[in-house]
């Protein structure tokens, strides 16, 4: 580094410590990321003919050539294992009023599929029913990132309804978008 750059360095972190801002450890990235508004999205599959998923507030459209996908997935996640190596994965982006559907796929333990209406395709993928978009999917990489993992995901099939208002999390809560 040369001198210039450590003065400049130097003045970074002084105006960060004027305005307040300290470095960050886990319990506050989760507070400062939970201030960006993110969609829902549901990953699932048939393993031995019983729906098996979990949510993802995570989800993020990557390309459109090839058509790429992505999700991050904790590497503790003991529901990501059994569905990685599955033929097709399918996505759904849940819609509005799907919170409770949220919330049962991101159960610990229990029947995350108990009262939750899904759809199977017949290459093994499932669908949660009302979600605002459908992706039929496929495993194309998956890289390390931290304590995640960025899985990429490989679009083959899509069902869309851009009518219906996805569900928002925002700041550890559920929110609806409003039309301005």
Known sequence: MTAVDARGTRRVQALAREAGVEAAGPVDLRKAYGCFPSGVAAVAALVDGEPVGMAASTF????????????????????WPRLR???????SVLAEGQDAVCRSLSAKAGDRFAGVAWERHDDGAVLIQDATLWLDCTLHSELPAGDHLIALLQVHGVHAQPEAAPLVFHGSLFRQLATL
């Open 60 to 79: 993020t459209a990557v390309s459109l050539e090839p058509a790429l996908v992505s999700l991050c997935i904790q590497r503790t996640s003991t529901t």
């Open 85 to 91: 190596e599955l033929p097709r994965l399918g996505l």
